[in-house]
Each structure stands twice: as C-alpha cells, then as structure tokens.
C-alpha cells in the first residue's frame, strides 16, 4: 500500500487581481502618511506581543527557509542541521528536532514546507486540517487519530489556521501533531509542522507552540 504524500497540491484556481481606479494625488499622499503610521502600530505591537527583550528565542538562532517563506527560531536543546534539510524529501524543505529526556523515550520534531498551491484565506481551516491528517497518516500509518483543536490564529500578521491531531501511537503512548497553515503572501501558502512523539513531554509541546508563534515571514 503506497503511502499519501504528506502535503498534497491543492486544486484551487487563481484569478488576476483587478486593476484599481485611479485616485486624486492628493488623496494618495494622505493615504500612503497613514499607512506608515498605521505599519509602525503594528510592528510595535508585534514586537510586544513577542516579549520584546523578553522574548525567550530572541537570541536563538534561526532557521530561514527561503522555498516556504518563512523564518523559525532554534529553542534550546533542538537541533538544525542544513545539510540534512537538502535530504528531505519534497513536502518538505527544512527541519529541526530534539530527544526528550532519560525518562522518557520520545521527542519532537518541526518541519517547514510550501504548500503546493495558495489557499484562501476562507479554506485556510479546511486545508490545514486536512494536512494534518494525511502527515499523521504518513509519520503514523494504521494509527488512529483523532482531532482535537482547530482555530484560526495568524504568524507574524498574516492569516494562519491550526489544527491539532492526537494519535495513538501504540500501547497507552499518543503522539500529538500540529499543522499550522500560513498565508505567506497573496501566490503563497507555507506550513509549519510539529510532531511530538510522547504527548507526555509538556516541553517540547510547549517550544513547539513557541516557535509558531515566534515565526516570522522571511
């Protein structure tokens, strides 16, 4: 039985913007004075919303991921390897880990990719959670999985869905899954998955949902 790709291309059909009217210049110049007041509100909330100086991975290093378009920190204790990114098969272009503790035989994984087509904003929930069911059934074939959250949410202001799987993963073990689905810009949609293979190690969990929230566009 062949395995589903982790991330299918999404049949959605693109249209042509259309083009604007044109506006007095006057209008324009006021127009374009609030839209740079309005862009330093914003990424003066970004960067508060983020900790600022707090932010706990604002030293970390990071991981640009030109082909998904977007940038992830590295949360102490994980591991990135760029040379091992270039071995990873399509669905996905680049990758970071980390190896729970003695007591506990688990670990945690994200990965980044491109979707293989935009998505609108309106079938955001429907595709991530989609997603997320055809990576658990690719990490973990055979295994029951069930979803257990799905909201919207957004990265570094833009549009985003999250959906939120827990699968058994043999004898009393679960595993937990979580795809997040980014609207990176209006020909782009990219994706960033997380993996916990012992949902008992609330750490890696927790760095995970940091990570999404610290990501940014790159």
């Known amino acids: 039985m062949t395995s589903p790709s982790p991330i299918a291309p999404l049949p959605y059909p693109t249209q ?3 083009p604007a009217p044109p506006r007095p210049r006057r209008r324009l110049l006021v127009g374009a ?9 914003v990424v003066a909330a970004a960067w508060w919303s983020k900790g600022g100086e707090n932010d706990p991975l604002a030293d970390r290093p990071r991981v ?18 760029a040379a091992k990114d270039k ?18 035989s688990g670990g945690g994984t994200v990965l980044a990719g491109r979707a293989g087509q935009a998505v609108p904003r309106a079938d955001l929930r429907r595709a991530a959670e989609s997603a997320a069911r055809s990576n ?18 957004e990265v570094d202001g833009r549009p985003a869905h999250t959906a939120v799987l827990r699968i058994r993963n043999g004898g009393d073990g679960t595993a937990r899954l979580e795809m997040t689905l980014v609207t990176v810009d209006g020909t782009r949609t990219a994706f ?15 760095d995970i949902h940091a990570v999404v929230a610290d990501a940014t566009v790159a």
């Open 16 to 18: 042509p913007p259309r």
């Open 136 to 153: 658990a059934e690719f990490f973990f074939p055979d295994r029951p999985a069930t979803l257990e959250d799905s909201h919207a949410t």
């Open 64 to 81: 640009t991921d030109t082909r998904a378009g977007l940038s992830y920190a590295v949360p102490e204790g994980w591991k990135h390897d």
């Open 192 to 206: 960033l998955l997380g993996v916990t293979t012992d949902e008992a190690d609330k750490q890696i969990t927790a």
């Open 33 to 41: 004075v609030a839209l740079i007041l309005v862009a330093a509100c």
């Open 87 to 104: 071995d990873l098969i399509d669905a996905f272009s680049s990758t970071m880990s980390k190896t729970s503790g003695a007591a506990s």
